[in-house]
């Protein structure tokens, strides 16, 4: 069996009903690889379904950081592409992510961002979330990460945090070796804006930011994120 060459990181909380449609993604991928769940304390069937579609389940402390520092931490593979568990990896993005793992160069990428839904707001959704990661380097995890392992430690990884992980490691990346935009997107499942409303989704996403490069710590932001909710910690995306 040939040594991996792209490791496949998910963090997962109460995921029984999205997880399996990306790991059938996966498993498509034409270029060797490990697929590793790192699950935050699920209380439904995730773990099950990871283990039936061949992943590895890693549990870690409940933390989108945390849980994905520790599922990298558990591959081998020199190449690193992490995704919540509630997007889907199509043909595209499947071989854009194999050319990457057979290229061997170092560096950090994201896809471009497409939600599974008609409605007009979210191609606005869309076109603001592309733009503010060609313009700024600021991609959301729901816009996966692919990077090289040794960019990945050269950043020091994934911080321990419970929130805002993603921008954390991409305004290290951007410091370090930029980071590219993908031709393909990812589509992710519009359960949260649905729930929370476009408009406040967007809005409190917005504000979150600003809070935070202003200073506000993680922790604190985690509140204002997902009020008295168990899916801080999950692949639920939406920002």
């Known amino acids: ?11 997962s909380l109460d995921e029984e009903g999205t997880l399996a449609a990306l790991l059938r993604d996966v498993a498509r991928l034409e270029v060797a690889h490990e697929v ?9 069937a995730t773990c099950n379904v990871a283990h039936a579609a061949g992943a590895r389940v890693v549990v870690a402390p409940r933390g989108r950081g945390t849980q994905l520092r520790a599922g990298v ?12 568990a509630d997007v889907r990896l199509d043909r595209a993005a499947r071989a854009d992510l194999a050319a ?33 990661t060609r313009l700024l380097a600021l991609p959301y995890g729901d816009q996966g990460l692919v990077v090289s392992r040794t960019t990945y ?24 070796v930029g980071i590219e935009l993908l031709r393909s997107a990812l589509t ?33 932001l985690l509140a204002l994120y997902a009020p008295g909710s168990r899916d801080d910690a999950s692949g639920d995306s939406g920002r």
């Open 1 to 11: 069996m040939s040594a991996p060459l792209v490791a496949i990181v998910i963090p």
């Open 36 to 44: 590793v769940v790192c699950d935050g304390g699920s209380t439904d």
């Open 73 to 84: 931490a558990a591959t081998s593979a020199p190449l690193v592409c992490c995704l919540h």
């Open 100 to 132: 990457l793992a057979a290229r061997g160069r170092s560096g950090a990428w994201c896809f471009r961002l497409r939600i599974d839904g008609g409605r007009w707001a979210y191609r606005l959704v869309e076109w603001a979330a592309n733009t503010r």
């Open 153 to 176: 430690d050269a950043v020091g990884g994934y911080r321990n945090v419970p929130l805002m992980e993603d921008v954390i490691i991409a305004r290290e990346l951007e410091r370090s």
């Open 188 to 220: 992710v499942s519009p359960r949260r804006w649905e729930r929370d409303g476009v408009l406040r989704r967007t809005f409190t996403n917005f504000v979150i930011l600003a809070r935070f490069l202003l200073g506000a710590s993680p922790e604190r």
